[in-house]
């Protein structure tokens, strides 16, 4: 097994994983892939919290990456217990009682440079040392679930770290899901599994996608910025109704399915960034540039059909410039 580019056998998902009965019913969902340890992030999902209280929040796997001081990590975990948390490939090699050989567990596919899966599975490897040091952490982060069912309005929305096959699986990046044989693979997995929404992240880019019997919405991530110019993460929000801050959404069976910008300190994130990972660190040399919001893609890049860019994306652009 190549560390950081190939999957675990126990990565792929079951064919029946999305066929129980939901976990619960909401009208507000909010789906918060990739924290990446940034505490900052978690305590504006807080405070978007305290305005909608009766919505629920699912943590869609990799709430840690950045987070090797041990008390930052166990502020995170603090963060998720009040909510369902899932693994991401992240949390599933922390949670490993021997190690599997996988590296981070990203799967990276082949366009990704060596060096980037060097120094992803060097930050594993820190983060490794942290749990190490805090007893019944692996144990914890072992015995979460890797997917959810939920219900929103009535309607069944899956959630997995990955895609619809492989808790690490890239079927739902941007690239992989511009191929129309690869979106009708994915819309007759819609059909097959009564499924009107698929939430993921992984792939820390983000995508949405709406097809004829399902939406697709990848929030790329929670604690990075993802967008040129922008110091925010993106949160992805499924509910009965619509949010005054989406940056796109699409409407199907009575939901709106959104992004939403998440505006998290982003001074105090950088000093806890620079601190844990000084320069010429594997973390500084793969994302310093990202956390600063040097970034070259766009929201509309990420609208591959069916989703639209909302108004309150240019009172955001204009907070940007100023």
Known sequence: MRAGRDCPLDYRLARDAFADEPLFDCDVLYVVGGLYGNRQALAAVQQRLAAEPQARVVFNGDAHWFDREPQIFQQIEQGLAAHL????NVETELGRADASGAGCGCAYPMEVDDAVVERSNAIQQELNRTVQDLPGMAARLAARPSTALVSVAGQRVAISHGDEQ??????????????????QQLDSWFAANNVQVLATSHTCSAVALN??????????????????????GLLSRIASTPHPAALYRCQRAGLFIEALPLNYDHTAFLADFDRQWPAHSPAALSYHVRVLGQLSDRPEHALLAGFSLCQSLCALEALTDE
């Open 85 to 88: 948390a899932l693994r991401g």
């Open 211 to 232: 097809l004829e019997h399902g939406a697709l919405i990848n929030n790329g991530a929670a604690g990075l910025p993802n967008f040129a110019g922008g110091r925010y």
């Open 166 to 183: 492989s808790l690490a699986g890239w079927n739902c990046s941007r690239e992989t899901l511009s191929d129309p044989q690869r979106q």
